[in-house]
């Protein structure tokens, strides 16, 4: 008999990404069972990426949210198609009131989720049949796998993870290596500033033979981004026009170094193992920051500055890419 296991997370991209290393657990516990993913309509693309996922589960939230007088209207017409999915497993991994409701009210199995001490909304823990403790003072991914760990009673390393994702070639003209530089971000807050992204690519001109790439989602990066050509005239200096997401991971899974800010897909290069640095402005390192190794590395915290020489000397310090003028 089938095991059919229901994953909720709806947002975002890079909680996306983290709970995606879960269901190698999952696979591994119940080799047969049959994984759906519930997710916010913006980011099906994202969970798609997914190879071990079957079937996934758009609902537009976002959209539903622009009329708040509707939206319980819209929750319960979507039941309708719900109704008569069972499962064994309903595992709600975000914590919150809203992620908690839907496990409960649009489906039908045990639901499974952290306790009131663990979940960032405490509140959420009243919609579990069955809940757990988890530390919060570790980042995203082994908090999600210490979930899992206990709910399929998994004795494993929490740090040894796997990660597997669908990627499309991204389209280049070029051959030789690259390092991609991820500067787009949700808040501004969160943002490194021009000058210091104008920096560090001179330094990667005068000191490495690479490429060094980057790319754009939205006009206002785009924006960012031309902003950097009228800087940087060298032909190393290479501008991708905008990808789908299979084809930014793919973009990203063949970069010699990663540097971004806090954004999803900077956690996918970390979690796809290729060295990264990642710059935090305003959030905590300790919590939402990548997993740090020998080729990883977070810098930076909340409301501090991280300047362009300590970015240099992390790869440099780190011996992260070869530079063939040091």
């Known amino acids: 008999m089938v095991t059919k296991i229901l994953i ?19 696979k591994n516990k119940l080799p047969n069972c049959e994984i759906d993913w519930l997710v916010d309509a913006n980011f ?15 609902i537009p939230l976002r959209k539903w949210k622009k009329n708040k007088l509707t939206w319980l209207y819209n929750i319960l017409k979507f039941k309708k198609i719900t109704k008569l999915k069972q499962y064994d497993y309903i595992i709600d991994t975000q914590g919150l009131i809203k992620s908690a409701f839907l496990a409960k009210l649009l489906f039908s199995g045990p639901v499974y989720g952290l306790d009131n001490k663990s979940a960032r909304e405490k509140f959420s823990s009243l919609f579990y049949n069955y809940k757990y403790e988890v530390k919060q003072n ?29 990627t499309l070639e991204a389209p280049l003209k070029f051959k030789n290596d690259y390092v991609l530089l991820l500067h787009g971000t949700s808040k ?16 990667f001109i005068e000191h490495i033979d690479e490429n060094i ?22 032909d190393r200096f290479v501008v991708i026009d905008k990808l789908n997401f299979a084809e930014l991971s793919g973009l990203i899974k063949k970069s010699s170094l990663v540097i971004g800010v806090d954004t ?21 390192p300790s919590y939402v920051g990548i997993v740090e190794s020998n080729i990883a590395f977070n810098l930076g915290g909340f409301k501090e500055n ?10 440099t310090g780190n011996k992260l890419i070869y530079t063939h003028r040091l």
């Open 306 to 315: 991280v300047s362009f020489e300590a970015v240099t000397n992390c790869i």
């Open 44 to 58: 099906e693309g994202v969970v798609k990426l997914a190879s071990l996922v079957d079937n996934v589960i758009s």
């Open 8 to 26: 909720i997370r709806l947002s975002s991209i890079g909680d996306i990404l983290h709970t995606m290393t879960v269901l190698p657990d999952i």
């Open 213 to 234: 790439v980057v790319t754009y989602s939205n006009s206002e990066e785009l924006n960012f981004v031309n902003k950097l050509a009228k800087k940087i005239t060298n």
């Open 138 to 166: 570790n980042v995203a991914v082994i908090r999600l796998r210490g979930l899992i760990s206990k709910i399929f009673e998994l004795d494993t390393d929490l740090k040894d993870y796997k990660f597997l994702v669908d």
């Open 264 to 284: 999803g897909f900077t956690h996918m290069a970390n979690l796809l193992r290729i060295p990264t640095i990642a710059i935090y402005l305003h959030s905590k």
């Open 188 to 203: 501004d807050n969160k943002k490194w500033d021009l000058d210091n992204w104008i920096k560090l690519i001179n330094w």
